[in-house]
């Protein structure tokens, strides 16, 4: 029951504080599973994994001077390295391996790349 002696300021200033902890919830930053347990866990490691394997990628295609394609790695195609039948889906490992495989791939390949070598 709203008293007669409180005003308008005061009941929004009340209703901003009830509001005020749905807000605080959201995430920023990392994309990943809010829960952040196991799948969250996996999502990292496969990430990981994948960003490992696509700098060691990107970084031989750029010093060759091969073009950019991280797709014909066999390590992208089947983006499974360090993946156990432990994880469960292997698919969501995969999906997160190709992820983190792109994003080396492309900094190292970046990085070594024809304009971008450094001696």
């Given at each position: 029951?709203?008293?007669?002696?409180?005003?308008?300021?005061?009941?929004?200033?009340?209703?901003?504080?009830?509001?005020?902890?749905?807000?605080?919830?959201?995430?920023?930053?990392?994309r990943?599973?809010?829960?952040?347990?196991?799948?969250?866990?996996l999502?990292?490691?496969?990430?990981?994994n994948?960003?490992?394997?696509?700098?060691?990628?990107?970084?031989?295609?750029?010093?060759?001077?091969?073009?950019?394609?991280?797709?014909?790695?066999?390590?992208?195609?089947?983006?499974?390295?360090?993946?156990?039948?432990?994880?469960?889906?292997?698919?969501?490992?995969?999906?997160?391996?190709?992820?983190?495989?792109?994003?080396?791939?492309?900094?190292?390949?970046?990085?070594?790349?024809?304009?971008?070598?450094?001696?």
């Open positions: 029951m709203v008293s007669k002696f409180m005003n308008v300021p005061t009941m929004l200033l009340m209703a901003g504080l009830f509001a005020a902890p749905a807000c605080a919830t959201q995430t920023y930053g990392y990943g599973p809010r829960d952040y347990g196991y799948g969250a866990q999502e990292r490691r496969a990430y990981d994948g960003f490992r394997e696509g700098v060691k990628a990107g970084e031989s295609d750029g010093r060759r001077g091969r073009q950019f394609s991280f797709n014909r790695h066999d390590d992208w195609r089947d983006a499974d390295d360090g993946y156990h039948r432990d994880f469960g889906d292997r698919e969501f490992y995969r999906r997160n391996f190709r992820r983190g495989f792109e994003a080396g791939y492309t900094e190292a390949y970046n990085r070594y790349g024809y304009r971008g070598y450094r001696r």
